[in-house]
């Protein structure tokens, strides 16, 4: 059963949610850049937490129901979101967890695997990037020319007040970063839905975590990270082409990488849950081990 509440994390409000059994051990999903915990969808976490986990997602700040800011004045830094992750360990009395973080909460992970390495039993990385530096400079691919394209030309913004209007953008924008696996608009649109009805400041949330600086530089390099990796990683990203996830594996000592056939720069769609569920959960399970 799953028990949602506000809890004070390194200094602020943030919305978490639990499912499992709280002496199993911890599974923390770190969701991407605007994206509440809404994203990490009730049937995989029950699935996670039906492996003998006890998984923990949250809003990250400025999205769903954990402290808002202005639009387009973020009174915090991506060092504040990495130290979120601790503060919230600490709020639930969780020692060490499991990361699991997609796209901006795979950077996250990393920084956190590096700055605070006694709290990460293991990382799990998807459709993620380099965060950190590297031995030596690297040659990542391109986003493709769509992406590229829309981030150097972007849509018009919605009238915020505008329900309708604003699904529809979110809807819209899902889908140049897709794969080529077949889609289900119908839940892609009532999952939306969920997050515009329940996020205190939808402009906030699409806008604010564009535009934070970094904060404090993370000391060490990929090569330093000890937490045993797994890279899940799309074969068809085209805002992190697959070579983002090559290179995460070849730096990171041990990591294992796993491809995800036809798979965009998204959250792994219903039909490879099967895949990713088992990948974790026997990734989690030897680190554990």
């Known amino acids: ?60 700040r400025d999205t769903g129901q954990s402290v808002t800011y202005e639009p387009g004045a973020p009174k915090y830094t991506g060092s504040d979101l990495v130290a979120d992750v601790v503060g919230l360990l600490d709020a639930l009395g969780v020692p060490r967890a499991h990361l699991v973080g997609i796209s901006m909460g795979g950077g996250i992970a990393q920084e956190v695997a590096l700055v605070h390495p006694a709290r990460v039993a293991s990382l799990t990385l998807i459709s993620a990037s380099p965060a950190v530096a590297g031995r030596a400079e690297r040659n ?30 979110m809807v819209a924008a899902q889908r140049p970063f897709a794969g080529s696996l077949p889609s289900d608009e119908e839940a892609l649109r009532a999952l939306v839905e969920r997050i515009v009805d329940r996020t205190l400041n939808i402009e906030s949330s699409l806008t604010n975590h564009w535009i934070l600086e970094d904060g404090e530089p993370v000391p060490g ?47 792994p769609p219903r039909q490879l849950w099967d895949r990713v569920v088992a990948a974790i959960l026997e990734h989690t399970s030897q680190a554990e081990g």
């Not at 051990?25 to 850049?33: R, V």
């Not at 391109?142 to 953008?169: C, G, N, Q, T």
């Open 1 to 60: 059963m799953a028990d949602r509440r506000i809890v004070r994390a390194n200094g602020v409000d943030l919305c978490v949610e639990t499912f499992g059994d709280p002496t199993s051990p911890a599974l923390l999903l770190i969701g991407g850049a605007e994206s509440p915990m809404d994203w990490w969808e009730d049937e995989l976490c029950e699935r996670l937490a039906a492996g003998a986990r006890y998984v923990i997602r949250y809003d990250l």
């Open 140 to 169: 990542l691919p391109a986003a493709s020319a769509e992406v590229k394209a829309l981030f150097a030309d972007p849509p018009p913004r919605p009238d915020w007040s505008d329900r309708a209007a604003v699904i529809e953008y």
């Open 221 to 267: 390099r990929l090569d330093d990270i000890d937490a045993p990796t797994l890279v899940l990683h799309g074969t068809e990203d085209p805002l992190f082409p697959y070579g983002h996830a090559e290179a995460l594996a070849a730096e990171i000592p041990g990591a294992r990488l796993v491809p995800l056939e036809r798979m965009g720069h998204q959250m």
